[in-house]
C-alpha cells in the first residue's frame, strides 16, 4: 500500500509540471489556431534563467522563479509581435515553422552561452519528510502545491474576471470578439505572457530534481501535445486532466513495467483513448 501511495505522489509531480506546461501550450493555441513548438524552448529558457539567477547572482530560489517567470514572459510577448503576429493572416504551417525556428534558435543560444552540459539547480528544499510510512520529499511537495495552486488561481482568472473572459471570448472567435471592442492584439500578448509564466515556474519547479540542459524542453513539450490532444485541443479542463492522466501512468508504469518505457507510455496512451474518443476527452474550445 505504501509504495502505491509513493506513486500516486510521484504521479501528482510529474501530473503537475505537465499540466503547467500544457495549460500555456493550450491557451495558445486557442489564439493561434496552431500549436506552438517553440513552447518547449519558453520551458528551457525559464530553467536557465532561474539557475543563472541563484548560480550566478545569489538570488534566492523563490525570487529566481519570479525573475525567470517575469523573463520568460517578455521573451513570449517579443515572439508574439515579432514573428507570430506578422504571420497572423498566413497558413498555419507558417506558424508552425516559425516556431521551430524560434525554438531552434533559443536553444543554440542556451549552449552557445552555457554550454552543452548538465547543470544541476539547487533548491533550498532538500528534506525528506516521512508520514505513515510514506517518503516525501519536500521539492515534490512543493510541486504538487505550487503547480495545483496555480492552475487553480489560472481557473479563478479566466472564470472570474474581466480580462479572462476576453481570453476565451478570443479563443472562441477571434473575429466575434474584435466586433464586440475586445482588442485582439492585447489578448494576444497577454496570452503568450501567461503561457511564458506557466513554462517558467514549471521549469522552475521541476528543475532541482532533473537536470537544465539545452534540450530539456524538447521531450516535455512533446507529451504536453500529447495531453493536449488527448484531453482536446484548446481545452482547459482537458490539459489539467490529460496532465494527471499522463503524470500517472508514468509513475506506475515505471514502477510496474520498467523506466526504460516511460517515456513511452503517453503515446501509447494517446492511441488508445483516441481510438476511442478521437476528439479528446473534453470538448474542443478554452472555457
Do not use: C
Not at 509540471?17 to 525559464?46: D, K
Not at 503561457?195 to 532533473?210: D, T
Amino acid at each position: 500500500m505504501d509504495l502505491i501511495l509513493q506513486q500516486i505522489l510521484n504521479g501528482l509531480t510529474l501530473g503537475g509540471v505537465y499540466s503547467l506546461v500544457a495549460l500555456g501550450l493550450t491557451l495558445v493555441y486557442g489564439i493561434l489556431q496552431v500549436p506552438n513548438f517553440a513552447h518547449g524552448a519558453f520551458y528551457m529558457a525559464g530553467a536557465y534563467v532561474a539557475f543563472y539567477l541563484m548560480s550566478a547572482m545569489g538570488v534566492n530560489y523563490w525570487l529566481a522563479m519570479a525573475g525567470a517567470a517575469a523573463a520568460v514572459a517578455v521573451l513570449a510577448v517579443v515572439a508574439e509581435r515579432l514573428v507570430f503576429h506578422p504571420l497572423r493572416h498566413a497558413p498555419g504551417l507558417h506558424h508552425m515553422i516559425a516556431a521551430i525556428g524560434i525554438l531552434l534558435f533559443l536553444e543554440s543560444g542556451a549552449q552557445a552561452i552555457w554550454g552543452a552540459d548538465f547543470h544541476r539547480m539547487q533548491t533550498p528544499y532538500n528534506g525528506i519528510m516521512n508520514f505513515a510510512g510514506l517518503v516525501l520529499p519536500e521539492q515534490r511537495l512543493l510541486i504538487i502545491l505550487a503547480a495545483f495552486g496555480l492552475v487553480a488561481g489560472l481557473h479563478l482568472f479566466l472564470k472570474k474576471t474581466v480580462t479572462g473572459a476576453t481570453i476565451i471570448a478570443m479563443a472562441q472567435n477571434r473575429d466575434g470578439a474584435a466586433l464586440v471592442g475586445i482588442d485582439p492584439n492585447r489578448v494576444a500578448m497577454l496570452t503568450f505572457a501567461i503561457s511564458g509564466v506557466l513554462a517558467a515556474v514549471a521549469a522552475a519547479l521541476y528543475a532541482p530534481i532533473n537536470l537544465v540542459y539545452p534540450g530539456m524542453g524538447n521531450l516535455v513539450i512533446t507529451k504536453a501535445f500529447v495531453i493536449i490532444v488527448l484531453g482536446g485541443m484548446g481545452s482547459v479542463p482537458g490539459a489539467i486532466v490529460g496532465g494527471l492522466i499522463i503524470g500517472f501512468a508514468e509513475a506506475f508504469g515505471a514502477f510496474y513495467i520498467s523506466t526504460d518505457y516511460k517515456d513511452i507510455i503517453a503515446f501509447v496512451l494517446l492511441v488508445a483513448i483516441l481510438s476511442i474518443r478521437p476528439e479528446g476527452l473534453f470538448t474542443k474550445g478554452v472555457r
